[in-house]
């Protein structure tokens, strides 16, 4: 079974402060995907990394890819409370898309 | 908006009953997958289809059953429903079958399902 481990498991932090939030597995994955959620929406897919030690830039997000393609991170920079929210890792192998629990991310103003 | 449409966004139902779950998949989409979010659970994927096929199973109980239609739409059956099926039930589609390049998954809205 493929598992994904996500931490931290919550974080709250002030507008304007950085974080990491790490995503490890102790299974490769052909591709690993980052998502937000929203409290009683779906997950809306932030970005996607497939080659190890890829580095992606959205805006204040940054995705690393690990160089096995077993874990990920995302750092966000000078956080807003736009930011809040369930940060979700997926991890693609096998026809299945796996999840880890997520970072409940909480930015006050 | 994902493109990808589900119904009904709320359901409560009695322990014993069966419901059914309806997704649309976005235009093009061959794959759905569909998952079970909880609060304890996190989201547990249940099952995929691709263009019709069963592609990949997960924790999807016996006393639940999918499927996907020619027109591409999907189905989530549950019956004899327990107290513990209460749950936020997502449907998610991709152009591809998963694991390779470029799956990106695109979600519904979610079903909420209160059992009761």
């Known amino acids: 079974t493929q598992l994904l481990e996500q931490s931290p498991q919550f974080l709250s932090i002030q507008e304007g402060e950085n974080l990491t939030v790490y995503c490890n597995s102790s299974?490769?994955?052909?591709?690993l995907q980052w998502y937000r959620q929203e409290p009683g929406e779906g997950p809306v897919l932030l970005v996607t990394?497939?080659?190890?030690?890829e580095v992606k830039k959205l805006k204040r997000l940054t995705f690393q890819f690990g160089d096995a393609r077993k874990d990920s991170s995302l750092h966000i920079t000078a956080a807003q409370p736009g930011d809040t929210g369930l940060y979700l890792c997926a991890g693609g192998s096998n026809y299945k898309l796996t999840f880890g629990k997520g970072t409940l991310l909480t930015v006050n103003p | 908006d994902s493109g990808v449409t589900q119904t009904p966004k709320h359901l409560i139902t009695a322990t014993g009953q069966r419901v059914t779950l309806r997704c649309s998949p976005r235009s093009g989409d061959l794959s759905v997958y569909w998952y079970q979010q909880s609060l304890d659970q996190g989201l547990q994927f249940l099952i995929q289809y691709y263009n019709g096929e069963e592609r990949a199973k997960g924790n999807i109980l016996e006393r639940f059953s999918a499927q996907q239609f020619p027109d591409l739409h999907s189905e989530l059956n549950l019956s004899s429903l327990e107290l513990g099926d209460s749950a936020l039930y997502f449907c998610?589609?991709?152009?591809?079958?998963?694991?390779?390049?470029?799956?990106?998954?695109?979600f519904g809205q979610g079903t909420r399902l209160t059992v009761v």
């Open positions: 990394v497939v080659t190890g030690g």
């Open positions: 299974s490769v994955f052909s591709s």
């Open positions: 998610a589609s991709s152009a591809h079958t998963g694991g390779g390049m470029n799956t990106e998954a695109f």
